[in-house]
């Protein structure tokens, strides 16, 4: 760009007719103005260049030249139209693409990280800490100019960065920020000050990660919807209040329903014999078959040994979950042991799923890691989330 061709701060975009197209030049804002002055500080060579990578960067964009070499250290993100693969700085597509974050997913994000020192902070951090925490665990510059366009506060540099880059990173970057904050609580023995936030938390990555590649398709739908949620907790309870006979089908329905929720990919039938539902699900590729039994008392070893029986009767890869409403005797999970190929939930843990916001899915993850890390096959909802409740 040549100087005549440079657009002050007080123009808005203007064209620019090349041909039988025309082109518009981004308006030069002050807060370009301030990165090219920066950049040039760091070298004065290629004047010109240093201000449309400046304002390349501002905007987002990707800048097209044979002469990648005049943008090196720049922080532009550069394409050489022959070589077609763009050598970019920054921690987002190539595309372009932005994060599906939502008002509302930002409202929580804050309420997750504002409670300690008030709006505008992150947690516990300082400008430094803060700068060092994304400089270590992911390799971003947060202190770039380009995520305080709002404003320079950690809150508000947070806010920018999380809405430019794709949901990968935003999910990366969340995830990070989580395990600091639990770290926070835990060393400060504070009780969380946020209502159900780790579900609600979970349910946020679970939208995102279950996003398309596609910023201008249709957003995924939500990994929580707040009145199917409402009405399977409700339902849960009205199971509970059955007669024997009507119970196990009303229950049949209840988990099928509850399954397609979590799309885990249930498949039919649920076959009830008695008050045993059977069935299979898929859990990160991974097939799990299913069964249920509402007894009125505690379910003992002997129904697992059953269940595990049916299970070495299929393929060496096959998993089970077990579900007993009423829960499991203490002696029958002792005498059952280790290291088997299940794991175990009961309503409780169901019911307390659905009251914390918390994913099926991330329960069974949960479940599935606890038991692999200890062989452990029933762990309480509440004891691998963290939280207390009355049980019974």
């Known amino acids: 760009m040549s100087p005549q061709c440079r ?20 308006s030069c804002r002050l807060s370009i103005a301030k990165l090219w002055d920066e950049l040039l500080a760091k070298s004065d060579k290629h004047v010109d260049d240093t201000g449309l990578a400046a304002a ?18 720049r922080g532009a993100a550069t394409l050489d139209p ?4 763009v050598k970019s700085k920054r921690p987002w597509r190539e595309d372009n693409a932005i994060s599906s974050l939502r008002s509302i997913d930002l409202k929580l994000i804050d309420d997750l990280v504002d409670f300690v020192r008030g709006r505008g902070y992150v947690l516990d951090f300082s ?20 995520y305080a366009e709002n404003g320079g506060s950690k809150g ?34 504070q009780s969380d000050p946020i209502q159900n936030a780790e579900g609600r938390f979970l349910s946020l990555i679970a939208r995102l990660e279950g996003g398309s590649d596609d910023s201008f398709a249709q957003p995924p739908k939500p990994a929580t919807d707040r009145r199917l949620r409402e009405g399977l907790k409700a339902e849960l309870l009205q199971v509970r209040d059955l007669s024997p006979h009507q119970r196990g089908y009303a229950f049949e329905a209840f988990l099928k329903r509850a399954f397609d929720a979590a799309e885990l990919a249930a498949r039919e039938p649920f076959r009830n014999t008695g008050e045993q539902i059977d069935g299979s699900f898929v859990l990160g590729d991974e097939v799990y078959l299913f069964e249920a039994k509402w007894h ?36 029958g999970l002792a005498a059952f042991g280790t290291g088997k190929r299940i794991i175990c939930m009961d309503g409780r843990d169901i019911y307390d799923a659905l ?19 200890t062989g452990n096959i029933h762990v309480p909802v509440q004891e691998l989330f963290g939280f207390q409740t009355a049980r019974g």
Not at 82 to 85: E, G, Q, R, V
Request: glycine fraction near 6%.
């Open 7 to 26: 657009p002050t701060s007080s123009e808005g975009p203007r064209a620019c007719p090349i041909g039988p197209r025309r082109f518009e030049f981004a």
């Open 56 to 73: 390349a960067r501002m905007h987002g964009l990707v800048l097209v030249t044979r002469n990648l070499d005049y943008f090196e250290g």
């Open 82 to 85: 022959l070589m077609a693969k």
């Open 127 to 146: 400008d430094q800490t803060f700068s060092d925490f994304f400089a270590g665990e992911l390799d971003v510059d947060i202190d770039d100019p380009i």
């Open 156 to 189: 508000k540099r947070l806010r920018c960065f999380l809405q430019k880059v794709d949901d990968r990173t935003a999910v990366r970057t969340l995830r990070a920020l989580w395990e600091h904050r639990v770290e926070f609580l835990a060393h400060t023995q």
């Open 296 to 331: 009125a008392g505690l379910t003992p070893a002997a129904d697992l040994h059953v269940f595990h029986g049916k299970l070495d009767q299929k393929a060496a890869w096959a998993r089970g979950l077990f579900v007993s409403f009423n829960g499991f005797t203490p002696e």
């Open 355 to 373: 009251e914390r916001e918390i994913p099926l899915k991330s329960v069974l993850e949960r479940k599935i890691r606890r038991a692999a890390e």
